[in-house]
């Protein structure tokens, strides 16, 4: 009997395949609905294109030509397809597709066909998201001395939102370390005790998902001067601004990168101590308040409100 031994390697002669018969490996490409993405092929040093042909695929069904670019000239086999008037096709390696909807979610594939006789292949996952709703923006105004400013400040988005919520100092925003701060569970408020030396810097929340971030910022400075009032909702002067994270081609992964705070920092005990007996004297001294307009109960007509 002959035995032949199994190996889990190939022969040597098999090992590899050509790169041109080398599955390729499809870049990732996150767009906003409504609006535009670009797909650009990246073509060695030096190659001239004959030809290329852009396919569409969504789920299980057959990949449909969408495009052809041959001799400088575009062609559509079918006008009418699901993509009508929105396609464009610049130059041979760039196709964009305007007005995004949900359905152009799938995979988009370019057949390259170079000088003298070489073919080249490319793929893009192109996944559409909803804009980013804009933060609602506010904060609370816990306590104010000489020494410390205690605030909360709030970052929220429509609950039924899929987004990432992440907070940063300074502009452009830089991660929160070494100042005193909680984070809720979910992200959406932070909770500060500030030392005078930074009441004039600038703190930004951001929501974001994988195609669309926008932000609000804090100015606390004219906040923190409030001393002597505390446990009421200030707009803490926030200023709401939009922007796309990056191009439609960015790796998500870089955008991933950027997150500020997202997850919970103690404060240091000096600052916490502080934070939490200036509550508790906010709280007695209003609960002395309410008690004291309680026992007041005619009001004159003409008396003026207090507001």
């Known amino acids: 009997m002959l035995l032949v031994p199994l190996s889990a390697d190939p022969p040597a002669s098999h090992a590899q395949a050509p790169p041109h018969l080398m599955q390729p490996t499809a870049r990732q490409v996150n767009g906003v609905l409504g609006s535009s ?7 060695p040093p030096g190659a001239q294109v004959k030809a290329t042909e852009w396919s569409f695929t969504a789920g ?4 449909i030509v969408v495009a052809e670019f041959n001799a400088g000239k575009l062609e559509r086999p079918d006008p009418g397809d699901r993509f009508r008037q929105r396609l464009e096709v610049p130059n041979a390696t760039v196709l964009g597709i305007r007005a995004l909807q949900r359905d152009d979610s799938g995979k988009y594939s370019a057949r390259v066909k170079l000088h003298p006789a070489v073919v080249e292949d490319y793929d893009f996952h192109l ?20 020494e410390w400013c205690n605030v909360t400040l709030h970052c929220q988005a429509p609950s039924q939102a899929s987004v990432n919520v992440t907070w940063g100092m300074g502009s452009p925003p830089r991660p929160l370390r ?3 701060h909680q984070l809720s569970a979910d992200g ?14 600038t703190y930004t929340c951001s929501i974001s998902n994988p195609a ?10 004219a906040t923190c001067l409030r001393e002597g009032e505390g446990l009421r909702a200030w707009p803490c002067m926030a200023a709401p601004g939009t922007g796309i994270v990056g191009l439609l081609l960015e790796d998500p ?8 705070v997202t997850a919970s920092s103690p404060l240091q005990p ?22 004291v307009y309680d026992q007041i109960r005619p009001t004159p007509a003409n008396a003026a409100e207090v507001t």
Request: charged residues 20%; glycine residues 4%.
């Open 37 to 43: 993405a670009w797909l650009s092929v990246s073509l």
């Open 60 to 63: 299980p069904s057959s990949a």
């Open 127 to 146: 996944a559409v998201y909803e804009p980013v709703p804009a933060p609602r923006a506010h904060c609370q105004l816990l306590g104010s001395t000489p």
């Open 178 to 180: 070494f100042e005193p």
């Open 188 to 201: 959406r408020s932070l909770r500060l005790a500030l030392p005078p030396s930074v009441w004039n810097a």
């Open 212 to 221: 669309d971030r926008k932000s609000a910022s804090f100015d606390l400075h």
């Open 253 to 260: 992964g870089q955008s991933a990168g950027r997150a500020m």
């Open 270 to 291: 000096q600052a916490l101590r502080h934070l939490d007996g200036t509550v508790d004297r906010r709280l007695q001294k209003e609960a002395l308040i309410t008690t």
